[in-house]
């Protein structure tokens, strides 16, 4: 009856395994995208050049060394941006080969071009030939993405102001960058083009930055972006920004005037659900192009799910990826279990921070009793070996049972190590566990044994006092 069983809406992270989780329970699977956006977003301009951008220029800089060698040390003196753009286009190209193999591996149609609907169970498909084709499925799963919201007050040229997706295609490292918004995408290329030498100013309308975060990491992560030279104005907004010859003028609306060769906007992200035509599939998105679903990620329209960032919050390529396959096998009657409630939040600044579970503060004013334990990288002979001073890793513990109810890593590895803790809390691990876990000798996953005791420690002061 159906040209397909399933078909999806982006090839993105949710995507991707949507479509190849469908495939493996036996369906008849076809995926839509553009042939320049393999991958979608996350390959082409978001989290994957990005990372990338973050390693090489952590490399040509010798940032993470000059602990070892001396505040002067660098691996190239005059680092261009084709030596950051090599890496980066490298990365892309093998990991888009990556994705194509995987889609024929699987059997999965790759349906070139852009899709709309025509109707609940029919798609247009624009191949940017003079005609559409028409394709049908019995289900649809929309991984259509995000781009950068775009204020319209502001005249983006992609040269002197750009977004965040634009960044990446600077034609030269800029002597000075204002960046507007410190969210997570603002303050990992703050600090990429901080550690390249640029005069970075972060303009952020709210009193502090990254405030989902525990308040001491945020706090060192801005004491080492001051010692790059990034100056911050919190509690600011951008009037108006005006382009001159040779740079921008950005001026606040509490009257102050910055001048610089670059101003990147990250202003959040707008849901790529324009020209999806919903209203032929019965669907509406609100007016941040978000659709909105149930816990099984399926829209008003039973038979059409969508999943990543399309739905907002978390907007992460690991939750969008589990998103993608639960939605699948719900679409094609397989049962499943609901995605785990621990949830890493991996943030690449320069250092990088990660955690999982409560902070300080939602402990606090949700009065759940807790004993801190920390590990300073600084005492880890791994710490001293790499060249990190800086880093530490918090444990938030229960003095009842000794659980643990957050972890948060500063510093080099964060994003690795961060899930030995998320294993243990997901498992209903306690603290004694790692203090009686025997880890490898020297790395930095020690540290969860040292903040472990440094917990028990303090515990136990209490009780020797209190009883």
């Known amino acids: 009856m159906y040209d397909y069983d399933l078909v999806v809406l982006g090839s993105g992270p949710s995507g991707q ?35 990338t951008l973050r390693e090489a220029v952590l490399y040509l800089t010798g940032l993470s060394q000059r602990d070892l060698y001396g505040s002067s040390y660098r691996v190239k003196d005059e680092i261009t941006v084709s030596d950051l753009a090599a890496r980066t286009q490298h990365v892309i190209a093998r990991q888009t080969d990556v994705i194509r193999n995987q889609l024929a591996r699987n059997h999965i149609s790759m349906i070139t071009g852009t899709g709309r609907f025509a109707d609940p169970h029919s798609i247009w498909i624009d191949g940017g030939s003079a005609r559409e084709t028409k394709v049908s499925a019995d289900k649809v799963i ?40 410190a969210g997570v995408i603002g303050m990992e290329y703050a600090s990429m083009f901080a550690a390249l030498g640029t005069k970075v100013t972060v303009v952020e309308r709210r009193e502090r930055m990254l405030d989902f975060c525990d308040e001491e990491i945020v706090e060192s992560l801005k ?57 032929a599939a019965g669907l509406t998105a609100d007016k941040r192009g978000r659709i909105a679903v149930d816990e099984h990620f399926r829209t008003a329209v039973e038979h059409i799910y ?12 690991s939750t969008s990826m589990e998103q993608g396959r639960l939605a699948a096998h719900h679409a094609c009657g397989e049962p499943t279990r609901d995605m785990h409630e621990l949830q890493p939040i991996g943030i690449y600044t320069i250092p990088e921070i990660s955690f999982v579970g409560a902070t300080e503060d939602v402990l606090t ?103």
Do not use: W
């Open 17 to 51: 395994k949507a479509a190849i989780a469908a495939s493996k329970l036996g369906k008849r699977v076809g995926i839509v995208d553009r042939r320049d956006m393999i991958g979608g977003v996350c390959i082409n301009t978001g989290t994957v050049p990005s990372k």
């Open 142 to 181: 929309i991984a259509a993405g995000t781009r950068p919201a775009r204020p319209s007050s502001v005249e983006f040229d992609d040269r002197t102001i750009v977004d965040s997706d634009g960044v990446i295609n600077l034609q030269a490292v800029p002597r000075s960058m204002v960046v507007v918004g």
């Open 223 to 279: 004491y080492h972006l001051r010692d790059l030279s990034v100056t911050f104005r919190f509690g600011e907004e951008v009037a108006s920004v005006e382009r001159h010859q040779t740079a921008a003028l950005c001026v606040l609306k509490s009257g102050k005037k910055i001048v610089a060769d670059t101003v990147m906007y990250s202003a959040g992200r707008q849901g790529q659900t324009d020209d999806l035509g919903l209203e």
């Open 306 to 317: 969508a999943v990543g960032d399309v739905i907002g919050f978390p907007a992460l390529a």
């Open 365 to 467: 004013d949700s009065a759940t009793p807790f004993e801190v334990g920390i590990a300073r990288y600084r005492e880890l002979a791994r710490g001293q070996i790499v060249g990190d001073s800086y880093g530490m890793l918090k444990l938030l513990v229960s003095p009842d049972d000794g659980k643990l109810l957050g972890v948060h890593v500063f510093g080099t590895g964060a994003t690795e190590i961060v899930h030995i803790g998320q294993a243990v809390m997901g498992c209903g691990g306690t603290v004694e566990y790692l203090i009686d876990t025997v880890f490898n000798y020297p790395t930095l996953s020690e540290a969860y044994k040292v903040a472990a005791l440094d917990a028990v420690n303090k515990m136990r002061n209490i009780t020797r006092i209190d009883g």
